[in-house]
């Protein structure tokens, strides 16, 4: 068994000149540590089997034959962490004659419980292929032993074929910051992005027809009642990276705004988990990342109006038929926000050095438990039972929401756009402890809330509708200014009649 150790890039790049230019910076890049012999370049083929249920993807496992110069080699790959888009992952190569596998061949062990290799093997057929050029390097970098390799191809899955164009940097001996180093390296030079997206990942979703969807929420972090701090705190960062990273891939795909919106809500959660834990984690541990994170965050400056703007146009919107009546309007708003504009700025963003340097200086940290580096570390603050941490940390929580917003005050629409952040910070707390109490109450007490956060998000748009007609030179424009304006009090009521329901209810967590 060999456990891969590898981080991997998409390239954004498309053309043949383009991938041209890619390869010829990456020789360059690479030729002060090329080791003798150390380049090659072969065509691969791969075919990729399982049951017709996927009974092997069930279990988090992969099953190929490779064919490179007449030799075939069957592959195993089962579960393994990733972190961001490092990845660890067991794997077990045996050398075959025949083109379909022999799960006999390989160990007792490399098997998940549970799983019964024996009737998998009966049923096994093949999903998927995949065909590229590999260029690959061997090279040392002080006594670290690093391949590089660059493929290009394609994913073919009945006939349904999707580009590959992407750089793995992997491990092969020695110390793993040779290979965040070199991944600084390459991403500074070259316009890369983290993805965690497998060629076979892809490949089941061309056989099975689908495209990854935009999840609804960040949904809560995976605790147990017997983790300690520390473990809850790397595991709700983990959460948020992992939030982010899904929904940037799913904008690299399908260039949907939206997805934006959902990266930007995974970088809030890392961010409040920093926030969170000040008291057990160290400060000065994680200055320069929680730097980086407020950079990030300004980035995403002009989504807001963005996607104000597209939900007025949208056919789906909830305000599309009063501006959808008026075709004047829609041209005029339309004129608003060029799409493509926003989706190339986003896109430049996510190949950028700094943004890919950040994830990469944020992935290292968490693999090495940077904060604990430090001498101001509390061992028993990080020691401490999750639990009782965790009814602190929500109860803290919901008294400033009580003080800010008491029961028997009232407010306006400005007023709720202001407590926007305070009630989004005590959401994104639930998010991270909400696991260890009891789902029903958790979600029943949010519920209120979230409405409340809609209602916010709705009040936006409309403002933003109020700030876009401004200048709008039709007659009828004092009559959608009234319009505009009696949808912001009836929202309000609304919104006003969710948090007296909200400050009501019981907390979950007592």
């Known amino acids: 068994m060999e456990t891969e150790i590898e981080l991997k890039f998409a390239v954004a790049s498309e053309t043949e000149q383009d991938s041209e230019s890619v390869l010829t910076q990456i020789k360059a890049l690479v030729e002060p540590w090329l080791q003798n012999q150390g380049y090659s370049q072969k065509h691969l083929s791969n075919i990729y089997f399982d049951t017709p249920e996927q009974t092997l993807r069930a279990f988090d496992c992969g099953l190929r034959i490779r064919s490179v110069d007449n030799q075939a080699e069957q592959t195993l790959k089962t579960a393994g962490i990733c972190v961001g888009g490092l990845h660890k992952r067991p794997e077990y190569n045996i050398a075959i004659e025949q083109r379909h596998p022999d799960l006999s061949l390989f160990p007792a062990q490399a098997w998940p419980e549970q799983f019964d290799w024996q009737d998998a093997q009966e049923n096994l057929i093949a999903l998927f292929s995949t065909e590229f050029v590999r260029h690959k390097w061997r090279i040392q970098i002080e006594q670290c032993q690093i391949e590089v390799v660059y493929d290009l191809g394609e994913v073919d899955a009945q006939g349904n074929k999707v580009a590959i164009h992407e750089i793995e940097i992997e491990l092969i001996d020695g110390d793993m910051r040779a290979l965040f180093a070199l991944a600084h390296k390459l991403t500074d030079k070259l316009p890369l992005r983290l993805s965690n997206d497998s060629k076979a990942a892809r490949g089941y979703r061309l056989f099975l027809n689908q495209t990854n969807q935009i999840k609804p929420n960040l949904g809560v972090v995976d605790l147990t009642a017997d983790m300690d701090v520390e473990q809850a705190f790397s595991n709700s960062i983990q959460h948020g990276l992992g939030y982010w990273q899904y929904h940037e891939e799913l904008f690299a795909n399908q260039g949907d705004l939206k997805a934006v919106r959902h990266v930007q809500r995974g970088v809030w959660l890392v961010r409040h988990t920093f926030w969170l834990f000040r008291n057990h984690i160290p400060k000065k541990a994680s200055t320069e990342i929680r730097k ?6 300004k980035q995403f400056d002009w989504l807001d109006y963005a996607l104000h703007v597209k939900q007025l146009t949208s056919k789906k919107g909830q305000f599309r038929k009063k501006v959808a009546d008026d075709e004047k309007l829609l041209s005029y708003l ?10 190339a700025r986003a896109q430049a963003l996510f190949y950028s050095a700094r943004y890919n340097a950040l994830i990469l200086k944020l992935m290292l940290w968490l693999t090495e438990r940077g904060w604990r580096c430090y001498s101001e570390i509390d061992e028993q603050a990080l020691q401490q039972n999750i639990c009782g941490v965790a009814r602190q940390l929500n109860q803290n929580s919901w008294i400033k929401i009580q003080r ?20 989004g910070r005590a959401l994104l707390t639930g998010v991270c402890m909400g696991s260890l109490f009891a789902e029903e109450e958790r979600l029943d007490f949010r519920a209120p809330w979230l409405d409340i956060m809609q209602g ?11 700030l876009c007609i401004e200048l709008y030179p039709e007659e009828n424009r004092p009559e959608l200014e009234v319009w505009a304006d009696a949808k912001i009090n009836s929202l309000v009521n609304i919104m006003e009649q969710s948090r007296q329901s909200a400050l009501r209810m019981e907390p979950y967590w007592h």
């Open 292 to 297: 980086e994170l407020k950079w990030l965050s």
């Open 334 to 343: 339309e004129q608003k926000v060029v799409v493509e504009d926003c989706v």
């Open 404 to 423: 800010l917003m008491p029961l028997k005050a009232s407010y306006s629409a400005t007023d709720y756009i202001q407590m926007e952040r305070s009630i």
């Open 456 to 466: 916010i998000a709705d009040l936006k748009t409309l403002f933003t509708f109020k």
